[in-house]
């Protein structure tokens, strides 16, 4: 859970796609930013006016944080669903990488990671946001970490595997794979990175998988 929660009012059903709203707001953070973002730009790309954007979000933090959980639920559920269910380790995450790629690099999506890059430009005011947001980030760290320790257990790893460093290796690589996307760099190019890191994975021997998927 985070500090912030959306403001979801109760009463009569909204006039407008809830999801759409969420995305043009998204958009217009994007490419502002948080703090440069106006209410009048949000209202306008939202096609509410100021009334019905309070009444709905209740203010401008609640709102790029309630855009920030529908990209999150959007773009990352499903790819950190495979890295779960998959029970073998370097297909997973190989299938993970591959995907953040995707999604970074996606027209559909803002180029690279809201989660790593949506601070930017976000004052002493608003630090709630920024924690938020470090906590949101926090989660992926966490998440490889889970999938790590269970990848230990399986014998995917070998004993004595710092887990935790791993996890921050490969939170640390998502985070620049979004400045990377940011930066204009193509999906193939992001899916290259992707495949070379998962060299960083040790081996449960000294010998290299005899299937090609991670097991000797």
């Not at 969420?22 to 994007?30: D, N, P």
């Not at 209410?39 to 401008?60: D, H, Q, R, V």
């Not at 998959?86 to 809201?114: H, I, K, Q, Y």
Request: glycine share 6%; with cysteine.
């Amino acid at each position: 859970m985070t500090a912030i929660t959306s403001h979801r009012s109760k009463g009569r059903p909204r006039t407008f796609d809830r999801a759409q709203a969420l995305h043009s707001a998204l958009e217009v953070f994007w490419k502002r930013g948080y703090e440069p973002a106006t209410m009048g730009e949000l209202c306008s790309a939202m096609g509410i006016n100021p009334p019905s954007l309070y009444a709905a979000f209740g203010n401008k933090a609640s709102l790029f944080m309630e855009a920030v959980e529908h990209y999150e639920t959007t773009y990352w559920a499903a790819p950190w669903r495979l890295l779960d269910e998959e029970p073998n380790l370097r297909v997973a995450l190989g299938r993970f990488m591959t995907e953040a790629a995707a999604v970074l690099t996606s027209l559909d999506a803002p180029c690279g990671c809201m989660v790593v890059l949506g601070t930017a430009n976000v004052s002493p005011e608003a630090q709630d946001v920024h924690d938020a947001l470090r906590a949101l980030r926090e989660v992926s760290r966490t998440n490889f970490r889970k999938r790590f320790e269970r990848a230990l257990d399986a014998g995917d790893l070998p004993l004595g595997t710092d887990v935790a460093t791993l996890a921050s290796t490969f939170n640390t690589l998502l985070q620049g794979l979004s400045v990377q996307a940011r930066d204009g760099a193509a999906r193939a190019e992001l899916e290259r990175i992707a495949e070379a890191s998962l060299a960083l994975l040790p081996y449960a021997d000294s010998g290299a998988p005899a299937d090609g998927r991670g097991r000797p």
